[in-house]
């Protein structure tokens, strides 16, 4: 199945497809130089499989984890291909998750100026959400994606297989993107969710999640203004992600709690059942207040006030600018119950 991302000049086509890895050189350009970067926790085989397609491949692996969206490993992947001769005309594929596709995005972005990038994720979420936009980064200290560009891949190859290696728990964090895009734009992939059939109906939840990334994205490529309901439930989540430290809950997870307060009360209880049916955190561990601190410091504040999604009906959003004192309220109310 093929996908269109409709943005002039900076179209390009997901293909979604079983065993697609495998016909990489048939939907990429591979008859050049090929920067191909994975890391350490992806199945080698797959960054193999891209190798073995590519007239001259040249494989990194980074350590796995969000370590690896890094200066030095940004200045490693250049290095490389200067090393190895890379011009104007070569390419760099992603092999991975959010980390590599971030990392990898980046430097093609940056040496010299811009090369041509292929993604082909292998986690859910990567499947799912951060392929697709072109929003590459990489961190500063604990500061994440403060480094970063828009750059979109020249094609993005999804190959559902790849799952099947990966962790039960990571296939959940990644659903938890599936259900935050359900939640503001498609009611009947909520139901999916609701029904409990996501697993099973895996790439159903895959096409219809990237239609709604797509649709935004195409209004919206550099987040002016619509992108910003992707962060449903971000806000919150950046702070349990913050407060929890880089290393505990995977970031899907953090989403999954931070939309808790964020949809109406109404609402709530058949979220959290959703959540708990996909095995996703419906509590943490933690001081909400420092939750809250780091929430709000966060690139979505601006002058006293935060800029927020909220959900009232599955398939429907509202965005609110509101007071930062008023917001941190509301989570206390909403969310002190859910902090154990
Ligand atoms: N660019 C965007 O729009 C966007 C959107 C959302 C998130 N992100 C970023 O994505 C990152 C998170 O991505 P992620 O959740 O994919 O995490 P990740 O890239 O760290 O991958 C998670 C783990 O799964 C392993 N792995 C990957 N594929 C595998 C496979 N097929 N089988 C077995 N193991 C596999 C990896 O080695 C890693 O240990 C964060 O840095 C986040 O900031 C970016």
Do not use: W
Not at 162 to 178: C, D, F, K, W, Y
Request: glycine share 10%.
């Amino acid at each position: 199945m093929k996908l269109h991302v409709n943005l002039a000049e900076n179209g390009y086509d997901i293909i979604i497809e079983r065993g697609v890895l495998s016909r990489a050189s048939e939907e990429l350009k591979l008859e050049r130089k090929v920067l191909i970067v994975t890391d350490s926790g992806v199945p080698k085989q797959y960054a193999e499989t891209v190798a073995a397609k590519c007239a001259h491949p040249v494989i990194v692996t980074v350590p796995e984890g969000e370590g690896s969206k890094s200066f030095s490993m940004l200045e490693a992947l250049c290095r490389k291909m200067l090393e190895e001769g890379f011009t104007r005309t070569d390419c760099a594929v992603a092999v991975g998750g959010g980390v590599v596709g971030d990392l990898t995005g980046f430097a093609a972005a940056s040496f010299m100026r811009g090369i041509d990038f292929y993604n082909i994720p292998t986690t859910l979420l990567s499947q799912v959400d951060s392929s697709v936009g072109g929003k590459v980064a990489v961190n500063l200290d604990s500061v994440k994606n403060i480094v970063g560009s828009f750059y979109q891949p020249k094609k993005v190859l999804i190959d559902p297989d790849v799952l099947s290696t990966l962790p039960r728990r990571q296939i959940a964090a990644g659903l938890a993107e599936s259900l935050k895009m359900s939640l503001t734009s498609d009611k009947e992939l909520y139901e999916i969710f609701k029904a409990g059939k996501a697993e099973s109906d895996i790439e159903e939840v895959i096409r219809r999640s990237l239609l709604v990334k797509i649709n935004v994205v195409e209004q919206d490529e550099k987040e002016t203004g619509l992108r910003k309901v992707l962060n449903f439930g971000h806000t919150l989540g950046h702070g349990i992600e913050g407060a929890e430290g880089l290393s505990g809950f995977y970031h899907g997870e953090c989403v999954a709690l931070g939309m808790i307060p964020m949809c109406s009360d109404e609402m709530r209880p058949e979220l959290i059942r959703a959540l708990e049916k996909l095995g996703l955190p419906t509590s943490v561990e933690g001081n909400i207040e420092k939750m809250l601190d780091i929430a709000t410091h966060d690139k979505k504040c601006d002058g006293g006030s935060i800029s927020v999604v909220f959900v009232n009906t599955p398939g429907s959003f509202e965005f609110k600018k509101m007071p930062i004192e008023d917001f941190k309220s509301l989570m206390r109310e909403r969310f002190s119950q859910y902090i154990r």
